[in-house]
C-alpha cells in the first residue's frame, strides 16, 4: 500500500492513529509504529511540558523501521500551552505535527527549520488552500463521519474536492472501519487515511472498560451530534445520560450566545464544563457517560490490542 503519505512518514501502511483527547497515549502509539503504520497524540494529553518531553523521549526510544510518530497542537489562542508544546516538540524532534483549530504558520515555520513535517486538519476547500500556501506538507480531510469535531462534507465530496485543487497530498479523517474503508478513500484520490474511534476499545488505550465498551456495544445509529460539550457541534455515543440531558444548548446559552460581547466567555465556560465531564466520563466510573466516537464504531466488536486492530485495517 505505496502512497504519498507512506513515503513521507516512511510506513508500512498509509494510516494514521489519529490524535484523540485523553484516550491515545505512548503505548498505543508504539504499538502503531510496530505495526508499520504512524501513530500520534495530543499533546494537550500531557498536563506538563516535562510530561510531554518525557513522552517523546520514550517514543524516540521505541521507533521501529516502518513506523513513525507525531504530535497533535491546537494552534489557536485558547490554547495559552501551545508556544511551550511547539517549543518542545522542535527542541526533542518527532515525525510530523498535526495542528488543529488555528493557523499554522509559526508551526511550519519551526517545524520545518528542525525538519519534522507538518499536516494540518481543514474541513474546507478555502482552508485547505491557505495551508498549503503556508507549507503544510499535507492536508487532512476532516469529513462529516469524522468522531468528535467534524466537518460537514462527506469523505467522497472532500477528497475530490480537495485533490482537484491541491498540490500536497490530501489525507481523510473519518469514516473508516475496515479495510474496505480503506481501499474507498483511497479511491477518491487520498494518499492515506487518519484512523481514531476503532482505537478508543484498545487494550492499550487510557480509558475506562466502559467506554471501551461501549464502542463494541453500540455502533454508527448510536451516535449523535451534541452542542454540550464544547459549544460546537461534536459526536458522542447517544447514552442515555445523553439522552437525558439532550444534546442542544440550553435556553440562557442560546440567549448569551446571541450578545457579540459575551458569546466568547459563554463559549470558554461550555468549553469548561463539557470537557471536565468529557474526562470524568472516560477515566473514571460515573453515571455521566458523555463518550466522544464516531460512526466507525459500527465495526468494532471486541476489546482488542492495537496490534490486532491494525491487523483488521489492513488484512
Keep these: 500500500m505505496q502512497t504519498k503519505l507512506t513515503q513521507l512518514l516512511n510506513i508500512k501502511y498509509p494510516i494514521i492513529q489519529a490524535p484523540m483527547f485523553l484516550v491515545s497515549n ?6 502503531a509504529m510496530k505495526g508499520g503504520i504512524a501513530g500520534c497524540i495530543p499533546a494537550l494529553n500531557y498536563r506538563t ?3 510531554l518531553r518525557a513522552a517523546i523521549k520514550e517514543l524516540k526510544a521505541a521507533k521501529v523501521e516502518g513506523g513513525s510518530f507525531g504530535f497533535n497542537l491546537i494552534v489557536n489562542k485558547s490554547n495559552i500551552k501551545y508556544k511551550g508544546q511547539l517549543e518542545v516538540l522542535c527542541e526533542e524532534g518527532c515525525d510530523f505535527i498535526i495542528t488543529s483549530l488555528g493557523s499554522p504558520e509559526e508551526t511550519i ?3 520545518h527549520a528542525v525538519g519534522i513535517k ?6 474546507d476547500l478555502k482552508f485547505a488552500q491557505k495551508v498549503e500556501s503556508l507549507g503544510a506538507d499535507a492536508a487532512i480531510a476532516v469529513n462529516n463521519e469524522a468522531g468528535g469535531h467534524r466537518g460537514n462534507y462527506s469523505p467522497e465530496e472532500l477528497i475530490k474536492l480537495l485533490t482537484s ?3 500536497i497530498p490530501v489525507i481523510s479523517a473519518g469514516g473508516v472501519g475496515c479495510k474496505a474503508d480503506i481501499d474507498k478513500m483511497i479511491g477518491y484520490g487520498a ?3 487518519s484512523v481514531g474511534s476503532p482505537f478508543i476499545a484498545s487494550v492499550e ?3 475506562t472498560d466502559e467506554y471501551k465498551q461501549a464502542c463494541v456495544d453500540y455502533g454508527a445509529k448510536d451516535i449523535v451530534m451534541t452542542q454540550r460539550i464544547s459549544g460546537t ?3 458522542v455515543i447517544n447514552t442515555p445520560y445523553v439522552q437525558k440531558i439532550g444534546t442542544k444548548e440550553s435556553w440562557l446559552e442560546s440567549v448569551l450566545n446571541k450578545n457579540k460581547k459575551l458569546k466568547k466567555w459563554v463559549k470558554m465556560i461550555r468549553f469548561s464544563i463539557g470537557m471536565r465531564a468529557t474526562e470524568n466520563a472516560a477515566t473514571k466510573a460515573t453515571y455521566k457517560t458523555v463518550w466522544v466516537a464516531g460512526p466507525s464504531i459500527e465495526y468494532t466488536k471486541a476489546i482488542l490490542p492495537t496490534k490486532d486492530i491494525i491487523a483488521k485495517l489492513v488484512n
Design 191 to 193: 494518499e492515506g487515511v
Design 165 to 167: 485543487n491541491l498540490k
Design 205 to 207: 488505550a487510557n480509558v
Design 109 to 111: 515555520r519551526q517545524a
Design 26 to 31: 505512548t503505548a498505543m502509539v508504539i504499538e
Design 49 to 51: 511540558l516535562d510530561e
Design 233 to 235: 457541534p461534536c459526536t
Design 118 to 123: 507538518v499536516f494540518c486538519d481543514v474541513t
